[in-house]
Nanobody
């Protein structure tokens, strides 16, 4: 079973930037894996930010997230990343990485990103 592991969260000041990382515990990303970043703000539903296909790096963004968020992967480091610019208090959330392999979706534990106003 794939077990994503997020890292890189932490307190950031409004206007700041942060890059989150996603790896696979005890394994590697492979072929058609679809890696996605989601977030869940306090009192709100989990929402998708962006997805990337591991083998060809094709990316898709939720319209509202386009511009300030960039998803990418480093094939040799075997990591996927989410770079976030211009963070605002409203971006405070737990950020999750998910991996879809064949028909199974696995979730990481999430990493907290509090943004101070």
């Amino acid at each position: 079973q794939v077990q994503p592991v997020e890292s890189g969260g932490g307190l950031v000041q409004a206007g700041g930037s942060l890059t989150l990382s996603c790896s696979v515990s005890g394994g590697t990303f492979v072929g058609d894996d679809m890696v996605a970043w989601y977030r869940q703000a306090p009192g709100k539903e989990r929402e998708v930010i962006a997805t990337i296909t591991w083998d060809d790096g094709s990316r898709h963004y939720t319209d509202s997230m386009r511009g300030r968020f960039t998803i990418y992967r480093n094939y040799h480091e075997n990591r996927a990343f989410l770079h976030m610019n211009g963070l605002q208090f409203e971006d405070t959330a737990i950020y999750y990485c998910s991996v879809q392999r064949e028909s199974v979706v696995s979730w990481g534990q999430g990493t907290r990103v509090p943004v101070s106003s």
